[in-house]
Nanobody, 120 residues
């Protein structure tokens, strides 16, 4: 069994910064892609940023130049540094990780989500 726990959400004024962190734990053999998604009420969950084990990153156009994703493979963590935040960045942010457990099963793991609110 694997688990993802997010931290770092909150309320910030427009133009401010927040850092989200997600830690994976449990029966982890290896972790492939890790990423952050966000979802507003009534809308589909959308990719914000992802990072491969070797460090290759991918960003949604709306956050390029403002957000930076990073990971620590030794600690099984992924972080999202969010700068120059805008009110439209307000959403629940979810951590995702593609985990191979010690039974060599693939787990498409999700965290419970953390609220990010940007006031204008």
């Amino acid at each position: 069994q694997v688990q993802l726990v997010e931290s770092g959400g909150g309320l910030v004024q427009a133009g401010g910064s927040l850092r989200l962190t997600c830690a994976a734990s449990g029966s982890i053999f290896s972790i492939n892609s890790m990423g952050w998604y966000r979802q507003a009420p009534g809308k589909q969950r959308e990719l914000v940023a992802s990072i491969a084990p070797g460090g290759t990153t991918n960003y949604a156009d709306s956050v390029k130049g403002r957000f930076a994703i990073s990971r620590d493979n030794a600690k099984n963590t992924v972080s999202l540094q969010m700068n120059s935040l805008k009110p439209e960045d307000t959403d629940v942010y979810y951590c995702n990780a593609q985990i191979i457990d010690y039974g060599f099963r693939h787990n498409n793991a999700w965290g419970l989500g953390t609220q990010v609110t940007v006031s204008s």
